[in-house]
């Protein structure tokens, strides 16, 4: 069964910083650039982060850029979001999301349940 | 790219159809249109790709249809587990993907 299991949100300070892990089972995991996709309180969807299957490339949102870095290590079939200088915009349920082909510029089959972060002195 | 759907909210009967509209800022020079349907509490699930394409194991009476500006996602006979929030995504603009910004379908 093809899984994603997020962990590591919680709450944090203004400025804070926050890292973000997302395992995967069920499919090589290796194989595939994944995202990640962010949902504020009572809003739509958001997409965050894209990194492909090698780590080669790495793309971000607006939003995002130059605060938050994406990673991946194949060994562990875990993706990785940290977050840094953090605001209190960035509240949101974070999702990790596999496209539906290994090349990654596709739709978003597979998704984790999420894992909350609240921004918030 | 901003996606655009209509309306914000929909109210329909059990058994009727129910059909759902985004609209892109410009033009999808390819078919790269998704639709999700996510319940309270629920991560999205896909429906649709590639503008027509249904997902492993959706029901038939989903379908999807479309091209350039104007994209719909039909319903034919809602059932009680339809009642939800629907998002079209448009991943033409790859890594620029975008989702529209959702319409509740709710029971009238």
């Known amino acids: 069964q093809e899984q994603l299991v997020e962990s590591g949100g919680g709450v944090v300070q203004p400025g804070g910083s926050l890292r973000l892990s997302c395992v995967a089972s069920?499919?090589?995991?290796?194989?595939?650039?994944m995202h990640w996709v962010r949902q504020a309180p009572g809003k739509g969807l958001e997409w965050v982060s894209f990194i492909r299957y090698d780590s080669y490339n790495k793309y971000y949102g607006d939003s995002v850029k130059g605060r938050f870095t994406i990673s991946r290590d194949n060994s562990k079939n875990t993706l990785y979001l940290q977050m840094n200088t953090l605001r209190p915009e960035d509240t949101a349920v974070y999702y990790c999301?596999?496209?539906?082909?290994?090349?990654?510029?596709?739709?978003?089959?597979?998704w984790g349940q999420g894992t909350m972060v609240t921004v918030s002195s | 790219m901003v996606m655009m759907q209509s309306p914000a909210t929909l109210s329909v009967s059990l058994g009727e159809r129910a059909t759902l509209s985004c609209r892109a800022s410009q033009s999808l020079t390819t078919n790269k249109l998704a639709w999700y349907q996510q319940k309270p509490g629920q991560a999205p699930r896909l429906l649709i790709y590639?503008?027509?394409t249904r997902a492993t194991g959706v029901p038939a009476r989903f379908s999807g249809s479309g091209s350039g500006t104007d994209f719909t996602l039909t319903i034919s006979s809602l059932q009680s587990e339809d009642f939800a929030v629907y998002y079209c995504q448009q991943y033409n603009n790859w890594p620029r993907i975008t989702f529209g910004q959702g319409t509740r379908l709710e029971i009238k």
């Open positions: 069920g499919f090589t995991f290796r194989s595939y650039g």
């Open positions: 590639a503008t027509s």
């Open positions: 999301a596999r496209p539906l082909s290994i090349g990654g510029q596709d739709a978003f089959d597979i």
